[in-house]
């Protein structure tokens, strides 16, 4: 499974648990009010949002250098306001001196802390549903709302977009049927993945079509990494089963140019590999921003 893909999945199973355990807390505090115990320090101490499982897992994941941070900011303050309010109503409960206005704010406290939990968890979703169910790989949205970032980065030089399609893939559906076929594409995005480097993302684009972003001084560096993804395909054979089926594939590669919309790019990309599969397959083609054509030799 794609590390992020599992990663989002440890993050949902967490958080999910802890708002479990959290409603144990809740049912705890009621404990407290029947029983009018005064000694707990998770529902009583001005630090007991700090004490819960909750608490441990927020805390713990706002120590790390996460995307998310935003969302668990905002978790963490609602969390302190739930605890706070409670242990306010708690205490007046006790000392017989209830007000009304203690319930509200207990209550408007919840609402706060179910609200950014479910912002979270909504967001968690989406991100989730955005890797394909069958290779793990992020999809083309997770590309669309991070192209711009990518370009601008220009930490390990310029930003080249490379399609790559599976040459013959009906052919595989014909011969070995379609469950073949999905194992194929399953092994195939696991080799492309290990035949990248940690900063050369891949993501499936639809089909039997993959994109890889790579990173590069120059055009010859981008070229050189372009066909060792290629060469790296053909000299694997994929295993299904008691079946061996060697896999090529035909890619286009480009630069992206700052600014340029992603559609553009890929398109212009999408043109050097139309070319590549109609002039023989297993290849690939680089074509420059004017849509000057030539293919990559080792």
């Known amino acids: 499974?794609?590390?992020?893909?599992?990663?989002?999945?440890?993050?949902?199973?967490?958080?999910?648990?802890?708002?479990?355990?959290?409603?144990?807390?809740?049912?705890?505090?009621?404990?407290?009010?029947?029983?009018?115990?005064?000694?707990?320090?998770?529902?009583?101490?001005?630090?007991?949002?700090?004490?819960?499982?909750?608490?441990c897992w927020v805390n713990k994941h706002l120590a790390t250098d996460t995307e998310d941070k935003g969302f668990l900011l905002t978790i963490h303050e609602k969390h302190i306001h739930v605890h706070e309010a409670c242990r306010q109503l708690v205490e007046s409960i006790l000392q017989n001196e209830i007000q009304d206005s203690l319930f509200n704010d207990f209550e408007h406290a919840l609402q706060g802390f179910v609200g950014a939990i479910t912002c979270y968890q909504t967001h968690l979703l989406q991100l989730r549903i955005s890797y394909d169910a069958l290779t793990s790989l992020p999809l083309r949205r997770i590309l669309d709302e991070s192209f711009d970032k990518q370009?601008?980065?220009?930490?390990?030089?310029?930003?080249?977009?490379?399609?790559?399609?599976?040459?013959?893939?009906?052919?595989?559906?014909?011969?070995y049927g379609h469950v073949v076929g999905d194992e194929v594409l399953r092994a195939f995005a696991q080799k492309l993945q290990s035949s990248t480097r940690n900063y050369e993302p891949v993501y499936r684009f639809g089909g039997e079509e993959f994109i890889v972003i790579l990173k590069a001084k120059n055009e010859a560096e981008a070229m050189a990494a372009g066909i060792r993804i290629t060469r790296a395909i053909?000299?694997?054979?994929?295993?299904?089963?008691?079946?061996?089926?060697?896999?090529?594939?035909?890619?286009?590669?480009?630069?992206?140019?700052?600014?340029?919309?992603?559609?553009?790019?890929?398109?212009?990309?999408?043109?050097?590999?139309?070319?590549?599969?109609?002039?023989?397959?297993?290849?690939?083609?680089f074509i420059d921003e004017q849509g000057s054509i030539e293919r990559v030799v080792d």
């Not at 115990?37 to 007991?48: H, I, M, Q, T």
């Not at 601008?152 to 011969?175: A, E, Q």
């Open 1 to 55: 499974m794609n590390r992020k893909l599992k990663a989002i999945d440890e993050l949902l199973d967490g958080l999910n648990r802890s708002v479990g355990a959290h409603y144990h807390w809740l049912v705890q505090a009621f404990k407290i009010i029947a029983k009018h115990e005064r000694n707990l320090e998770d529902v009583s101490s001005l630090e007991a949002h700090n004490f819960c499982q909750f608490g």
């Open 151 to 175: 370009v601008m980065d220009r930490s390990n030089g310029d930003l080249y977009v490379m399609i790559l399609d599976i040459d013959h893939f009906k052919r595989i559906n014909d011969t």
């Open 234 to 285: 053909e000299h694997h054979q994929i295993m299904v089963g008691q079946y061996h089926i060697p896999v090529t594939v035909t890619s286009g590669l480009t630069r992206a140019v700052p600014g340029e919309l992603l559609r553009m790019v890929l398109e212009r990309a999408d043109a050097a590999m139309y070319v590549g599969k109609q002039s023989g397959r297993n290849r690939c083609m």
